[in-house]
Nanobody
Framework: QVQLVESGGGLVQAGDSLRLSCAAS????????MGWFRQAPGKEREVVAA????????YYADSVKGRFTISRDNVKDTVYLQMESLRPDDTADYYC???????????????????WGQGTQVTVSS
C-alpha cells in the first residue's frame, strides 16, 4: 500500500513558476514509478509527466514538454513537478499517482496507476 500527499498548488500569474511536491509513504514506495496527472473542470484526467523508480527515465505530455520537469528524491520519498512558464490552460487539479507494481517504466495510461493522492489545485491567471 502506498499513501500519497500532494502540496504546492496555488494561484499564480501566467509566466510564473510553481513546484508541486508529492510525499509518499509505504514500505516500498521508492520502488514505484510515479506520475503527475491533472484534471481541469469539465475535462478528463490526463497525464502530465511520469518517472520510473530510479529517476533515470521520464515521460512528458506534449503540452508540457520543455516547461515542466518531474524529479524524485527517494531518500525523502518525494516526487516533484517543477512547472515553468505557466499558462492559463495549465489550470487544473493536479494529482500524483503510483503504479500498481514496482519497477515499471514511466507510462501515461491512468489504468497503470493504482494509488492516488487527494490533489492540489493550480490556478493560472492571465
Amino acid at each position: 500500500q502506498v499513501q500519497l500527499v500532494e502540496s504546492g498548488g496555488g494561484l499564480v500569474q501566467a509566466g510564473d513558476s510553481l513546484r508541486l511536491s508529492c510525499a509518499a509513504s509505504g514500505r516500498t514506495s521508492s520502488t514505484y514509478a510515479m506520475g503527475w496527472f491533472r484534471q481541469a473542470p469539465g475535462k478528463e484526467r490526463e497525464v502530465v509527466a511520469a518517472i520510473n523508480w530510479s529517476g533515470a527515465n521520464r515521460y512528458y505530455a506534449d503540452s508540457v514538454k520543455g516547461r515542466f520537469t518531474i524529479s524524485r528524491d527517494n531518500v525523502k520519498d518525494t516526487v516533484y513537478l517543477q512547472m515553468e512558464s505557466l499558462r492559463p490552460d495549465d489550470t487544473a487539479d493536479y494529482y500524483c499517482a503510483a503504479q500498481r507494481r514496482p519497477y515499471g517504466p514511466p507510462t501515461s495510461p491512468i489504468s497503470d496507476y493504482a494509488y492516488w493522492g487527494q490533489g492540489t489545485q493550480v490556478t493560472v491567471s492571465s
